[in-house]
Nanobody, 126 residues
Framework: HVKLVESGGGSVQAGGSLRLSCVVV????????LAWFRQAPGKEREGVAS????????DYTDSVKGRFTISRDIREYTVYLQMDSLKPEDTAMYYC???????????????????WGQGTQVTATS
């Protein structure tokens, strides 16, 4: 069984920064992807960034490239999302997710991920 515990959300002014953390508990496999998704009210959940836990390969959705950075600490089994230059349109509930294995066709597709955290709210005010 895998449990994901997120922290680090909050409210900042546009242009500010936040750092999200997600600890993976229960399964020590590193041959998987960890990712951050977000969902704003009335919108579909979208993939923000992903990282291969062992290899470190990353993917980003276009709207956050150059502003957000995903990273991981293998020893602590933790994934981070550093969010800089936040915009009001980044406001959403952010979710951490883990895949069962590393054989994903689309690393930013929510249906590729089996395990989910409870979510943490990120708000950027103008």
């Amino acid at each position: 069984h895998v449990k994901l515990v997120e922290s680090g959300g909050g409210s900042v002014q546009a242009g500010g920064s936040l750092r999200l953390s997600c600890v993976v508990v229960g399964d020590t496999s590193t041959n998987r992807y960890l990712a951050w998704f977000r969902q704003a009210p009335g919108k579909e959940r979208e993939g923000v960034a992903s990282v291969h836990l062992a290899g470190g390969v990353t993917d980003y959705t276009d709207s956050v490239k150059g502003r957000f950075t995903i990273s991981r600490d293998i020893r602590e089994y933790t994934v981070y999302l550093q969010m800089d230059s936040l915009k009001p349109e980044d406001t959403a509930m952010y979710y951490c997710a883990a895949s069962r294995d590393e054989w994903l066709r689309n690393r930013l597709d929510q249906y590729e991920y089996a395990y989910w955290g409870q979510g943490t709210q990120v708000t950027a005010t103008s």
